[in-house]
DNA sequence: TCAATAGTGTCTCTCAGACAATATGCG
DNA sequence: CGCATATTGTCTGAGAGACACTATTGA
C-alpha cells in the first residue's frame, strides 16, 4: 500500500446544474455571467459549493432555488409539482479549475418554461441561451457574427453531456412532460420532443404512439385552443415512469 | 451570497469500484475484506483514495490495476483488449463515512472472467463474490444459514446501481462482449446475457438477432467445442458500439 | 370560405417470440 | 446410435412509419 490514507489531499467539491428548459420550440439552457476571476464576466453553468453537513443532492437542490426559485419535487424520484433532477456526471480532472483541486458533482434539470426569465437570489446575471449555440460555441464551431463565447470552465462538455442524457432519456421515460405545465395537450408534448431532439414528427403517428401508451397521460376533461385550430384534450402526467415500447428518436 | 467561497470546506475524494464478471454463469462482483475499522472484517467494493495531481478515471484506472491486475484499454470508451470502465455515479451522503466527510466517485468495470481468482497487489484478501447474494445481505433478505452480511459504508446500494446499469446498457449496447475472451461463440455471448439477466433466452432466437445486427459480432473464421454438441464459429467483437435495434430484456 | 390544428383509420414493413427441422461434434 | 449444442427456417402478432381522411375552431 504505497499511500497512506490518513494524509489524504482536501479537495473542493461543488455542484454544477444542466438546468433545460423548452422556449419558442427551442431547447435552452440556464447559464449565469461570472462576476469574478477565473473567466470573469464569461457564461457558466450555476453552481456552487457543497456545504460540509450537505448532501450532494440537497446542495444541487438549494443552488437550484437561489438561482431560479424554482423547487423540485420532494418525491425520492418524482417531478409532478416542480422540476425534475438527477445526478449526471462528476467531473474532476486535476487542472479544470486554476484556483484549486475541484471536483464538480453535475446535477441534470428539466423544468417547465418559467414565466419571468429568472428570479433568482445570488444570481448576478442569468439567462436562458438556446442550447445550441452554447454547444457550438464550446466546439468552436459557431458562425461569424454573434460569436457566442465558450463556456467558463469545462461547463461545455457539461453541457453537451446533459444535452444528450436529456435527449436520450425522454426515449424511454415520461420525462418529457417534465418540460411541460401542469396540463397540456398532445401536441405541447409533441413540440417538447421536436425541440429537444432538434427533428419533425409525425403529428399523427405521435399522437396515436403516447396516447396509446398506458400511463404515459391522463386525460383532465379540459380542452384548449392554444395554438389555433380544432381545440385539443388537456392531459396530466400519468402515473407510468418508463415507456414500454419506447419513443424512438429517428436516425439522422 | 449567504456563503463565502474562500473557506470552502475540505472533502476527502475516493473512487470506488464496481468490477463485474460472469463467472460459471453468475454475475459476480469483486470484493475485498476490510483490514480496519470502520466495518473491520467486512467486505468491501475496492476502492481507495485520489491522489493530488490525479484525475478521477486515473485513479479508478489505477485502483483496478492495483487490487486486480487488470488494465482497461487505452481508448477513450472502448473495451478493445481489456475490461471496459465507465464512470457510475457519486454518492456524497454527509455520515456515510463515520470519521470524516468522503465524496466518493464510483465506477463500473466489466472485465472477462480471470484466470485466478485475484491477484491483485494490496488487496489483503478478495474474492469474487454472487451479485446476487450480495445485494440480498445489503437488503437484508439472506436466508438463514450462511448468511452474508451486508457490505460495508454504502457499499450496496453502489453495488446494486451497478447491477442495474450493466443490465441496462447490454440491452443497447455490445458491451456484453466485455465479459467474454477475445475469441467467443454465440453460445457464450449467450450465457453471458442469462447470467447478466438472470433470465433463460431462446437459443435459436438470439443466434438470429446477434449474427443479424451488422457490425455487432466479426467472425473469426475458426470454430470450438467448448460445450459438448456440435462446435460453434468464434466471433470477436465488432466495431458497433450501440445496438440499434437494441436486444430487450424479457418482462417479469 | 380558408387556414390551421386535432384526431382516426389503413396499409406495409420490420422485428420479436414460438417452435420445427437440420447439422455436426462427442461418447 | 443417442445426446448435446449450433444453425437455419417458418409462422404470427405487435408496433413504427407513411399517409388519406374527417373534425372543429378562428379569421
Chains 1, 2 share one sequence.
Not at 3 to 27: E, G, N, Q
Not at 81 to 94: I, K, R, S
Not at 117 to 123: I, L, N
Not at 130 to 149: K, M, N, T, V, Y
Request: a negative charge; glycine letters at 10%; aromatic letters at 8%.
Amino acid at each position: 500500500m504505497p499511500y497512506d490514507p490518513s494524509t489524504f489531499p482536501p479537495f473542493a467539491v461543488t455542484v454544477d446544474l444542466v438546468v433545460l428548459t423548452v422556449r419558442k420550440d427551442a431547447l435552452c439552457s440556464l447559464v449565469v455571467r461570472r462576476g469574478e476571476p477565473p473567466y470573469q464576466g464569461r457564461w457558466a453553468l450555476p453552481g456552487g459549493f457543497v456545504r460540509d453537513d450537505e448532501g450532494l443532492e440537497v446542495a444541487a437542490s438549494r443552488e437550484l432555488a437561489e438561482e431560479t426559485g424554482l423547487l423540485h419535487s420532494q418525491a425520492t424520484e418524482g417531478h409532478r409539482g416542480g422540476a425534475h433532477l438527477e445526478q449526471l456526471a462528476t467531473y474532476g480532472a486535476p487542472q479544470r479549475d486554476p484556483r484549486m483541486r475541484v471536483v464538480s458533482v453535475a446535477y441534470l434539470v428539466l423544468a417547465p418554461d418559467l414565466p419571468s426569465p429568472v428570479a433568482g437570489g445570488d444570481a448576478r446575471s442569468a439567462r436562458w441561451a438556446p442550447s445550441d449555440a452554447l454547444l457550438d460555441a464550446s466546439e468552436g464551431l459557431g458562425r461569424d457574427a454573434e460569436q457566442q463565447a465558450p463556456l467558463a470552465f469545462d461547463h461545455g462538455q457539461i453541457l453537451q453531456d446533459g444535452v444528450e442524457r436529456a435527449r436520450s432519456k425522454i426515449e424511454y421515460s415520461s420525462l418529457a412532460t417534465a418540460f411541460c405545465p401542469p396540463e397540456f395537450t398532445v401536441g405541447e408534448l409533441r413540440r417538447v420532443y421536436e425541440a429537444v431532439w432538434g427533428v419533425a414528427l409525425d403529428p399523427r403517428n405521435f399522437h396515436r404512439k403516447v396516447t396509446g401508451t398506458p400511463g404515459f397521460l391522463m386525460p383532465t376533461g379540459g380542452t384548449t385552443t392554444r395554438q389555433g385550430g380544432r381545440p385539443a384534450q388537456l392531459f396530466r402526467t400519468g402515473e407510468a415512469t418508463v415507456l414500454n415500447p419506447p419513443m424512438l428518436r429517428p436516425e439522422a
